[in-house]
């Protein structure tokens, strides 16, 4: 799973925070509480417990007898979890307060998991910021203070069929959003495709892929005041440059279920935006070598998004040393290197970008660059309610005639009614 995205009723979310402050934990946390205590000097010891879900909780037994080995009075025990219902067990542990000792947390869990007190800040002896990518480090911070640490990142490019944008005369990345439509319109009156792009019609996630164009433009999700700007002219202005893919016809509004990688691979669709796990996705078409990536065109910035994985220490940890220092192990550059090498998550850590799998790969490169300019969601509890939202409007904007500025006040409001949660 990436990204990370996942609905949540408010009534669910009330629910839930009301359970945590009924046992006793405060629903009022995360309220700039400053660093965590510091660890304690040399090896780890006694047994760690951590949660990780989908793939890396499969795979990161892997990575443990280095730890182990450094460590041998420690064990860890790693259960894995499915992300389906990782979000509701957590805060389930949370409430009850017989969690592990850390699990991998979404990074837009970050906000609502630390607002319940539930997670311990990340102590300032172990951990340097300034080692990741500062957009994968904001996804930690809640209130001005850290409560975990970025485990690995993605960020999302442009994927571009190589044979069509030749045809189309398109040899350069575009620069501009002006490029941009250029280029995507060339894509398909000259390339032979039959959608210059495939860009997300609202629904689950589409929010990915169009705010990195608010960020380009200037705009913001929420002002300093902590108040939300999703109807500025900023953040209008780029939702109106979205839809016009959709009203002239260059991108589709409702491509069927598992028609984009073969449309793709055959010339039919010029181009989509997405993750790093494309590359795997299109070598299993046997694409490989025939496509490019683009980085984000420059407006203000040339802002993408971030997500990826997280990983956190909780308050009720029973082995709360050890915890952090797997997570400061985890946090190595070349644990992240082997761990990258292992299930092809990208390294949160930049110096880990320094070894040969990844610094000579120009595909992989190119998301390194733009992991250096890419932003996540505010760390707010009711983000996941407000990405809903987002997205439903969205929907309506690519589907119906309603304009950008009627969905920018739609937003502005509903962000407004459900609040920041804290």
């Known amino acids: 799973m990436r990204g990370w995205t996942r609905p949540v009723a408010a009534l669910g979310l009330a629910t ?56 041998p009075g420690a064990t860890v025990k790693v259960t894995p979890i499915p992300w389906d219902g990782a979000h509701d067990k957590i805060s389930t542990a949370i409430a009850g307060g017989e969690t592990p000792d850390v699990a991998l947390i979404g990074t837009t869990w970050m906000g609502e998991f630390a607002r319940t007190g539930g997670l311990d800040p990340t102590p300032e002896n172990l951990i340097k910021p300034a080692d990741f990518y500062p957009g994968a480090w904001d996804t930690t911070v809640v209130n001005g203070t850290s409560y975990g640490v970025p485990w690995y990142v993605e960020t999302r490019l442009f994927y571009v069929n190589s044979d069509v944008a030749r045809k189309a005369g398109v040899d350069t990345p575009p620069s501009s959003w002006e490029e941009l439509k250029a280029a995507i319109t060339a894509m398909q009156d000259k390339g032979g495709a039959d959608w210059g792009v495939s860009l997300q019609p609202g629904k689950t996630g589409s929010w990915q892929s169009v705010l990195p164009f608010v960020w380009q433009n200037g705009g913001a999700i929420q002002r300093d005041d902590g108040s939300f700007a999703f109807d500025t002219p900023e953040a209008t202005a780029a939702l109106e440059y979205y839809k016009s893919f959709f009203t002239e016809k260059l991108s589709p509004a409702d491509l069927p279920q598992g028609a984009l990688e073969p449309d793709f691979v055959k010339g039919k669709i010029g181009s989509f935006i997405s993750g790093p796990w494309h590359i795997g996705i299109l070598k299993e078409q046997g694409f490989e070598g025939k496509y490019e990536v683009w980085n984000m065109p420059t407006k203000v910035s040339g802002t993408s998004f971030v997500g990826g994985g997280d990983l956190a220490v909780f308050k009720d940890a029973k082995n709360r040393d050890g915890a952090w220092k797997f997570v400061s192990y985890l946090s190595r550059p070349d644990v992240q290197a082997t761990w990258f090498q292992t299930i092809g998550d990208l390294p949160a850590v930049k110096s880990a970008w320094e070894d040969p799998a990844l610094k000579a790969d120009p595909m992989l490169a190119a998301f390194g660059t733009q992991l250096n300019d890419a932003k996540s969601p505010p760390t707010i509890a009711t983000w996941d309610q407000i990405a809903a939202g987002f997205d439903d409007l969205m929907e309506q904007l690519v589907k119906t005639d309603m304009t950008a500025a009627e969905m920018a006040k739609s937003a502005q409001e509903q962000a407004t009614s459900i609040g920041t949660g804290g």
């Open 16 to 71: 839930a925070l009301l359970a945590v402050a009924a046992c006793g934990r405060d629903a009022e946390g995360a309220q700039d509480e400053g660093p965590g205590t510091a660890v304690s000097d040399g090896p780890a010891t006694g047994e760690i417990n951590i949660w990780a879900m989908g793939a890396e909780g499969e795979k990161l037994s892997a990575l443990v007898d280095g730890f182990t080995k450094d460590n």
